[in-house]
DNA sequence: AATTTATGCATAGATTAATATGGCATAATT
DNA sequence: AATTATGCCATATTAATCTATGCATAAATT
């Protein structure tokens, strides 16, 4: 790959980063001001920067700029403005709305994109009933809502008016749900609710 | 607060969405086309977002939108800017410098403060030696490079040129590593080296 | 030695984009 | 009933921005 003049490379920074405080990228005249060069100069950076695959950019746009690649730092920058923020509900007790926004606990941080669009939350696990599937007391479960799961998921369910961790089977005639745990029963016949698939654990240990 | 209309919510959601494909804002004639209505009537929709507080905007500057974000929005930007990204490294074969730039498999987020402020790094988890403790193959441990540990502590030790995950157990005359799997047996008479204690585990459910 | 690349200047012209006005109709609010 | 806010159009003007072109020099490359 072509490497970048420090002049280039600076410049694409700039574009880069120029985002941070704005919300836009910069013009030409701008790149210009910042570096103390005409416009007719920085037309050549951009061009160097086009033709090495750095930047691209749209003809006759007033800052139509994009990067598309970066050094490690811009990287980062850009990983992060990818991120979800997420509200971490607690343990919900029974009877009570589970999204109530005095439940949220906190928030997490998830990168978005791979998982799908659509709306999600963490949930602090209690108890020790998923224990034979990796998944502890005080894990935080990442869930993506939905009513419905294949067999074998791990679901959110909705049980008693109370939120639970547990696995889906749904493979007979009847759907269930199923402890990982040899001390506890599956759920078998009780009424439940869908509201959720694991997509991800998380879990803290304590620092000293 | 002012509340919107709809017809202003979806402008300003367009302006606030527009950067995800592109990565800069919409001019007004690009909203216009989008609503089928004319530069004119985007001037008074910009204006009355303007005038609630919704959006920023700089004179005679092109795209020069700003989306003024919710109480909440700007919330998570906080903890998005407290977000820390470190890499990840795979497994790390035998002989290999750990920490070797081309052993970044990605880049995971970590929310730090709470954490230190030393240096972090994730690694892939490779093996189910660590299975009763709930860690399985395929896990990401994030990971804080220190050279010692406590007794019953998770580290990533050292051992024969190769990164493992292992329990330290420090309490008697000599430490050793010890597996949370039956099948495993403790390792105690070789040399090792601690480059790290996990602090937080991950763990990715495929999603369909 | 010749060529290419990087860096720089200057300027005219074309195009894009924002601004300024004025007008009209309807719904919501006072 | 009067006022305000909303929602829409049309057009002319000004400002911002990008493009094209030519020229110059030093450094790196062939």
Redesign the interface.
């Known amino acids: 790959m072509h490497k970048l003049t420090s002049k280039q490379k600076s410049i694409l920074d700039f574009i880069a980063n120029f985002?941070n405080e704005?919300?836009?990228?910069p013009?030409l005249k701008e790149i210009g001001e910042k570096f103390r060069i005409t416009i007719g100069t920085v037309q050549d950076h951009i061009k160097a920067l086009q033709n090495k695959g750095y930047l691209e950019r749209?003809k006759d746009?007033?800052?139509?700029?994009?990067?598309v690649k970066s050094d490690e730092e811009n990287?980062?920058e850009r990983?992060?403005?990818q991120?979800n923020?997420i509200p971490l509900y607690g343990n919900v007790a029974a009877g009570e709305p589970i999204f109530a926004d005095d439940n949220v606990q906190g928030?997490v941080?998830m990168?978005k994109n791979?998982?799908?669009h659509k709306i999600h939350f963490a949930l602090k696990v209690k108890g020790d009933s998923m224990?034979d599937s990796?998944?502890?007391d005080g894990d935080i479960v990442i869930v993506?809502k939905q009513d419905s799961a294949?067999d074998g998921?791990?679901v959110i369910a909705l049980l008693d008016d109370e939120a639970t961790v547990k696995t889906l089977r749904n493979r007979r005639i009847k759907a269930y749900l199923e402890a990982s745990n040899s001390k506890y029963k599956s759920i078998i016949n009780k009424p439940f609710k869908i509201i959720g698939?694991?997509?991800?654990?998380?879990?803290?240990?304590n620092?000293?």
């Open positions: 985002g704005y919300s836009y990228p013009t749209r746009i007033a800052r139509g700029f994009r990067v990287q980062k990983i992060k403005s991120l923020v928030y941080t990168e791979l998982k799908g224990i990796g998944i502890y993506r294949e998921e791990i698939k694991v997509i991800e654990l998380r879990r803290d240990y620092i000293i």
